[in-house]
Each structure stands twice: as structure tokens, then as C-alpha cells.
């Protein structure tokens, strides 16, 4: 009953609605959710019954992985909601690769978790600037126990036949017919502007025209067959991987490719922490030509390292592209319930 | 003028290259997990309709084109320049008779036209895509005889000539399609 005592009359029709803004909307199909969730189970039975604990680390941390091209998210930790400016840095992880090796010089045993990166200014067809991430720690473990373990992992969850090991190298070799590991800047130039592709007209240095060459001329053919681990990458790529004196000297270091897609990068883990402190500062100068702010240089890992890194492999694996690999998906957005439109 | 460094890169964007305005129609983000970042740009030139692939790496820039479509209306024609005015500001523009390229057609006196404009500067002219105009010369139409797939040639007020149908007389207004300069109907006898 109204106020007045009248029936208050609701008319039969639906009152005319604002017509709804589809990011309200999550972006996965319901089939898409499930089958998340069923990877999900499947990666933890992997890695449980290969004896490895999951391990959780924190999202929002003093320290970050220092890479010229790995823009992390800062965060203000204020103490005063009177002034949410003031306040010391924490960073949103790009990776869970410092608190895990920092949980690894401690427990010296094989850990894995999943969780989320986040990494500023990524967002494509195949990056969300929040993602989630698959790494795992295994210790003792090789170089070759690392890659071994993605081979074993992949039989275990994609239909494909085994995977192939190629040296980045052979690859460069055999799609550019070029040696990446001595040819000048100026021969790579020359290469990608002899490959037919709408080659780029900037100045690059040697690892720029190196990561062009490879995302445009080589990594599309990479897994298209059987899936590929890439290896023995160039040692001024090493990231936090060892590096084999050679001649070539070459990161141990490789990644995951299935249908042209990067699905996972692994290192022997480096142990050193005064070439784990001398990268950082290596990586900040690079970001300070680029005109990118600087990292903290030390870390509570050079620390727990300096009292030993036990022998170990790590790699990290992006789920999200796992899954569109999985279910023939062609963007991370048809994965995702809100990518970072509707996020 | 702003200037696009290339995280701000989306389709859409309107930017200049060598001194002209492109249209970014597709932009690509590629990026090794640990390497540089890639912009795979497809470009439309703005003057000159054509496609272009760029591809940039991050931290690199492009400039904004200052780039604007008015509404105006066509006023005449002097010597080799038709000249417009903008419906709102009642500024005037010229454009040469390249510029116009094969509109010329449809340009009658006192048209609304859409125009791009570039650094103030007139670069393209869009007529509406339905013109009605008089017929001003044919050849008389067979008395009786309607049938659309007997064609003729029909001089219009603009002095263009268009296929018509045979049935259409001097006088009549028709209206043609200006994107493909085809006969749609006759709007009046």
C-alpha cells in the first residue's frame, strides 16, 4: 500500500532500463572457467605428486626482480589514510622470483606456487598486466633436470608429440642463416631488413634487434608441431640464469614455445650474489638510458644468497596462455573473467 | 602539439608521419616475457587512403596529428579552386581539383560536404552518399517504356554525366549513389 492508502500501481511493463555497459559482463565463457579450473587441479596434482610444496610468497614486496624491460607496479604502503601519498615504496611482484629463491636458500627444498605478476604498461593480445603465474623451484636440480621437467610437464597436459629441444642458435641459423651470438649490429640490421617483414625502422642495440628478429621471424614457427624448449640463450640475455663459459659463453636459460606462443622461461639458477648485485646495476643503467625510473639494486635475496643458493632450476609459466594453448583460444582476454578493460 | 609515446598507442590514434596524417587502424603489442617491447602499427594515410605497417619499440614516439572532420557547405567554384565554408564557423576553405578528385560530380551549389582538416589545412572532402541532382540533358526516354536495364547517359547540373535508365527525361531529379557514382532512383519528374 502506497503512503495515501492507494495501491501503489506497478506498470506491467519493465520500466525502461539504461541499456548495460558490456564490461559489467565477465569475458570467459562459463566453459572456460571450468576448464581453468580443471588446469588449475591438474598443475597442483603435478607438482604435488613430483614432491614439490606449494608455497605462497607476498603480491606486494620491499624488493623486485631489476630488468630494463620489467616495468613493476609501486605501490605507497601509507601509514596515514590522511595522506595515502606518504609513505614507503612496496612493489606489486612482476614475478615471485625473489621471495621464492629467498624461501629456497632457507628450506633447500623443490617448491612451486601460483599466484599473480603483474607487470606495468603489458597489455595485448597475448599480456594482461595482471596474470596469473605458475613457478616452481627444484632443487637439486641441473640445467638439463630444469628442462627436463617442462618436457614432462607438458607430455602431462597438452596432446602433442614430445617436445624438441632447439639452441637459439640453431634457430637463428636455420630460419635467418645468421650467428647471434657474434654477428654486429649492423649484420642483424641487415638481416631484418632482408627478411621481408615489415622491418623497423629504429636504432636498436644488439638484444633489440635479436628480440625482434626472434618475435617476428623465428618465434611464430616455434611449436607449431611438437613444442620447443629454447635454449642456451645469449649470455647478455642471462637475466638470473648461469652462464657456461663457451666459447660462446650462453645463459643457461630457455623458454617454452608451443604454437608460436612463449609459454615459460627457465634458468639454471644463478648463485652468485655479487653477479646477481652487478645484473641489477647493469639492468638500472639500461633503464635510466631508456628514461625509466631506477630499482632498488639490493635485495634481501643477494643476502640470503650470500649464505648459499642451493643447485637448483626455476622456471616460470603463464597459466593464462597456457589455457588458451590448451583450449585453441586466440587472445588472453577469452580466458580471463574481467581483463583489465572491464578489471 | 602531443605527442604518443608508445604505451599510449591504440587504434584510433591520430598521428603524423613524415609531415602526414596517418590513422592508427590496428595496433599489436609483442614482447618477449624478458626483452624489449614491440608496437606493430597498421596505418591508414589520411590524404591518400593508402595502409601502412610500422612497427615501434617501446619508449619511442609519434606525434599527434591535429586532425579535424567539419561539416561545411560548398559555395563555388573559381577558376581551379572550389571553395567551402564551414557550416559553424562560416570560415572559408579551398580545396584544388585534385583534392576533390572525382566529387566534383556532385558538387551543386549550396551541398553539405564533410571535410578533414589538417593543421587548419582542408586535406580531404567526403560528399553525402546520396546526391539528388537535375537532369539537364538526355536523350527523350521511349514513351512507355520503364524498364531499368536500358541505360543511357544523363548530363547533370553539375556538368558530370551518369548511366541512367532510359526512362528518365530533362528536368528530372535523380538521385545517385556518390561513393560508387551508380543510379539508385528518380526523385522526381
Redesign the interface.
Known sequence: MGPDGADTERPNDEPARKPRDRRVRPFADWRVVQERANLLRELRHFFDSSRFVEIETPLLSHNTVVDRHLDPLAVTLYPNPTSPHEGPTLWLQTSPEFAMKRALCHYSRSIYQITRGFRAGESGRLHNPEFTILEWYQTPATYDDGMELVERLVDSLLDRPPTQRIRYADAFDEHLGIDPHRATIAQLKACAAATGYEAPDFDADQNGWLDWLLSECIQPHLGCGPPVILCDYPASQAALAKISPGPPPVAERFELYVDGIELANGYHELDDPVQLLDRAAAENKLRAIDGKFTLPETSWLADAMADGLPPSAGVALGVDRLLMVRLGLNSIDDVLTFPISRA | MTTFKT?DFRKGLKVQIDGEPYLMVAM???????????Y?CRLKNLIRNTVI????????SLEGADVEEIDCQYLYRQADAFVFMDAATFEQYELTADQVDENWKYLKDGISCSMVLFNEQPITLTPPNHVELKVEYCEPGAKGDTATNVTKLAKVETGAEFVVPSFINIGDVIKIDSRTGDYVERVRS
Open positions: 604505451n599489436n603489442f609483442v614482447k618477449p616475457g624478458k626483452g624489449n617491447a614491440f606493430k605497417d610500422r612497427t615501434y619499440k617501446g619508449g619511442d
